[in-house]
């Protein structure tokens, strides 16, 4: 199946275009640093990978995107235009949760993986990984809490297992990394996990190739696995906008 990916998650703007062609897969695939362009980028690069691949719209049997958290904006953008090509061209739609594409890259790490999110308002998003499963829920956390959710992990390693180290990685990695270095040294869980943490810092390519990855190993549009309930879906923001926030009893905006 020709598969379409669509990451707009965060300022890495990323599609790629799977193709079966004679039993082999390829992919094709754009990414820039778009910045809040994406809406901008997004169908001139769906119609340049297609000009590519010698495929029309047609041709694409299922469409994936980021499902969040990331960027409020750029999440309503990768989605209406994963269901409006989906509900156009009569195929399956689904969204992965954009943590888990930033840590299956890192599934072989021997210790914890926390990919990272800029979150704004001195927090970030996160969630905690061992062997590539999920060893807790996403997060919209400060630095303290991530500190002593890290710790409270490390102090529960895999039995018989060695002491554990922590990869923080993904676009606001480093950001976190550097919070956490200003934490007091009796803040709950800080000296442990600054003990453990080892920061990637080199910089990490869009989601698009991972989520087409993730559509090919899982079979994730074999056999109708991608119900048609996931065109009533919508991104998982984690927190509220600053609008809900602000949107006070009566539908009236707080002063």
Do not use: Q
Not at 32 to 37: E, H, I, K, S, T
Not at 103 to 122: E, M, Q, T, Y
Not at 198 to 225: Q, S, V, Y
């Amino acid at each position: 199946m020709n598969v379409l990916a669509i990451d707009t998650a965060t300022e890495r703007f990323s599609v790629a275009l799977g193709a079966e062609r004679d039993g082999k897969a390829e992919t094709w695939l754009f990414e820039a640093d778009a910045g809040m362009r994406h809406s901008e980028l997004a169908v001139d690069c769906l119609d340049l990978l297609l000009l590519k691949a010698g495929l029309k719209a047609a041709d694409v049997g299922g469409v994936v995107c980021t499902g969040g958290p990331g960027s409020f904006t750029g999440l309503r953008i990768g989605f209406s235009l994963a269901k409006g090509l989906a509900l156009s061209l009569g195929i399956p739609f689904a969204p992965v949760p954009t943590l888990d594409c930033l840590a299956r890259p890192f599934s072989s790490w021997p210790g914890i993986a926390v990919p990272v999110l800029d979150a704004k308002k001195s927090a970030f998003f996160c969630a905690l990984y061992r062997e590539g499963r999920r060893a807790g829920p996403d997060m919209d956390a400060a630095p303290g809490e991530i500190a002593l959710a890290l710790a409270e992990c490390l102090a529960a390693p895999p039995e018989g297992g060695p002491p554990e180290r922590v990869l923080l990685f993904g676009p606001g990695a480093e950001r976190l990394y550097g919070s956490l270095k200003l934490l007091p040294k009796d803040a709950p869980g800080a000296a442990g996990a600054m003990a453990a943490i080892r920061l990637e810092k080199r910089a990490r390519p869009g989601n698009a190739e991972t989520l087409l990855e993730i559509a090919r190993e899982t079979g994730l549009f074999e056999k109708g696995r991608a119900s048609a309930e996931n065109l009533f879906a919508g991104p998982r923001y984690i927190r509220e906008s600053d609008a809900e926030i602000n949107l006070g009893a009566g539908g009236r905006i707080r002063a």
